[in-house]
DNA sequence: CTCGTTGCAAACAATTTGCATTTGT
DNA sequence: ACAAATGCAAATTGTTTGCAACGAG
């Protein structure tokens, strides 16, 4: 069945063709780069605003806003749950699976009596290409 | 000594106005906090921008953008490394002392060749007051 | 006195909104 | 046919910039 039928949303070109850019990457995408894969004609602005911000609430994606709010990407949402890992120096972003942060949720609710719903990590380095370039 | 002449920066009523608020606050603060914090005539809005992008580039506050990038907060650079609780529902921001990530920042370092440098952290949850609340 | 900093207004960028038209069910 | 989604243009918001006046060293 449709992924976007699934999700209790109308299917349309516009929506289906974001959908597809998603499933087709292995990495977060920013709205800018989910531009360029649009390409031609591009579909309007404001409707790509609406398509993520519909997908972010259905679920289908996550939003991520690293630490240059410029450069906020959305990331299909799979099976487990990722964190990412970006290079300071060229911006390439990188996924890193699984996660760290299990039992010290846990601590910490415990310690703020808050129940923790959500968590946002990123690490930032510099990757091996541009630690090259940089001692050149 | 000044804190701000240690920096190698001109000490100014309105970076000093601004250096208080931050060494008066346990939390990190938003630029709309801030602002209502100066209150009164309030100083012109470009020289708050340039004063705290000028403070982030002396370290001497650490910007963090969160889930919602108009709710980016400023914090103090205290001693310590920590991190922030956020409540999701009343958006109250709390500290977390101490970091659980320097094992993990290694291992990943080792895995992808990355040298890491920085990571950003945040926990989101529903407050003990929102949780409350949120049952009746 | 000199140069960095401020305030102001204008410019700019990013995102959101209202509304007529088009499209999915 | 009806409600919802799109495209377009305008509005809104947040941030940045250029420049004259001001203030710190």
Known sequence: MNELKAANIRVTVQRQQVLDIF??????????????????????????????????TKKIVTRTV?????????????????????????????????????DYENQIAEKSGYIINDHQLELYGLCVSCQQEVSL
């Open 23 to 56: 499933k087709n990457s292995e990495v977060p995408l920013s709205l800018n780069q989910i531009k360029d894969m649009i390409g031609e004609g591009f579909m309007d602005q404001s409707t790509l605003y609406r398509i993520l911000d519909l997908f972010e």
């Open 66 to 102: 690293l630490l240059d709010p410029s450069l906020t990407v959305y990331g299909y949402v799979h099976k487990q749950h990722r964190h990412l890992l970006i290079c300071s120096r060229c911006e390439t972003i990188s996924v890193i699976s699984g996660c760290p942060l299990h």
